[in-house]
């Protein structure tokens, strides 16, 4: 089944070390009750490794282990990612991330410039997009009237090794991460194991 599990706004910079997720909507039924807040930490981390590593202006999808991060980066600095599953549509994210972004903006102004903690600019409408975009044929009726739909046909497509530095792998920027708790490094680790040893060819 086709499912977003996700969608983030976020602010960038380079007056910031570090991304800051402003606002965050889930749906995380699709797994365990006690794994749902490891997951939501991971997803969190994926959100701020994957747009610091997109320029301004830049959209691009990263797969990793059968999911997608959609990223979108604005000149301006303002950004969002959608986490979907692999045969989500990438257009239809693209767009989701579009009118999200302005509709953030229209609602909050320049406000979330100065924002630095996580979590902490309320905006509902981020859960109303995470149900009406759970359907990507139903919400790609809409998606045929927007004007800039071929923009999104300039997405980079890319792997997580080609999105990290040179040299950098995942599993260290995990290990050496500050935002995963010890749950969730173990959590990962076990997801991994049990994705390679599972693979029928």
Not at 47 to 55: G, I, L, M, Q, V
Not at 109 to 117: E, F, I, L, N, P
Request: some cysteine.
């Amino acid at each position: 089944m086709v499912k977003v599990l996700a969608i983030s706004i976020v602010r960038t910079g380079d007056d910031i070390p570090d991304p800051v997720p402003m606002t965050l909507a889930t749906d995380l039924s699709s797994f365990g009750f006690f794994q749902r807040p490891t997951v939501k930490e991971m997803l969190t981390f994926l959100t701020k490794t994957f747009t610091k590593r997109t320029e301004p202006g830049q959209r691009q999808s990263i797969t990793h282990e059968g999911y997608v991060v959609h990223c979108y980066v604005r000149s301006d600095g303002l950004a969002g990612t959608v986490t979907t599953d692999l045969e989500y549509p990438a257009r239809v994210a693209f767009v989701l991330l579009g009118q999200l972004l302005d509709d953030f903006t229209q609602e909050k102004g320049d406000t979330w410039r100065t924002v630095t903690q996580p979590e902490s600019v309320p905006f509902p409408k981020v859960d109303e997009y995470l149900v009406k975009y759970q359907d990507p044929s139903a919400a790609d009726k809409v998606t045929k009237i927007q004007k800039d739909l071929d923009e999104t046909t300039q997405i980079l497509h890319k792997t997580i090794d080609s999105v990290l530095e040179r040299g950098t792998k995942l599993d260290s920027l995990v290990e050496r991460s500050n935002d995963l708790s010890a749950q969730s490094k173990m959590f990962y680790k076990q997801a991994k194991k049990t994705n390679s040893c599972c693979v029928i060819s």
